[in-house]
Nanobody, 117 residues
Framework: QVQLVESGGGLVQPGGSLRLSCAAS????????MSWYRQAPGKEREVVAA????????IIVDSVKGRFTISRDNFKNTVYLQMNNLKPEDTAVYSC??????????WGQGTQVTVSS
């Protein structure tokens, strides 16, 4: 079955850390770029980070630069989002996406991250 499954979300205090995982199955994971998005309540979904198929290139959006890191393990078919120094404004549903073609995308179901004291 072709799918992406995220995990690792939860409730964390401001300043805390979480590592999100996105496990891929049913397709050749190592051939595709991956990205993480988030959607906060009442807001548009936004990209957070992206990584090339080989992992040698990454993009982090300015709002999380210096706090978030994207990485991947092509042997484990998994992409990660390490989130440090979390802030209340990072609260959102985080989803991973595989760009299978310029017009075909595969999304995971999302994992909730809540940053609150």
């Amino acid at each position: 079955q072709v799918q992406l499954v995220e995990s690792g979300g939860g409730l964390v205090q401001p300043g805390g850390s979480l590592r999100l995982s996105c496990a891929a199955s049913g397709f050749s994971f190592s051939n595709y770029a991956m990205s993480w998005y988030r959607q906060a309540p009442g807001k548009e979904r936004e990209v957070v980070a992206a990584i090339t198929s080989t992992g040698d290139g990454t993009i982090i959006v300015d709002s999380v630069k210096g706090r978030f890191t994207i990485s991947r393990d092509n042997f484990k078919n998994t992409v990660y989002l390490q989130m440090n120094n979390l802030k209340p404004e990072d609260t959102a549903v985080y989803s991973c996406k595989a760009a299978l073609s310029p017009t075909t995308f595969l999304w995971g179901q999302g994992t909730q991250v809540t940053v609150s004291s």
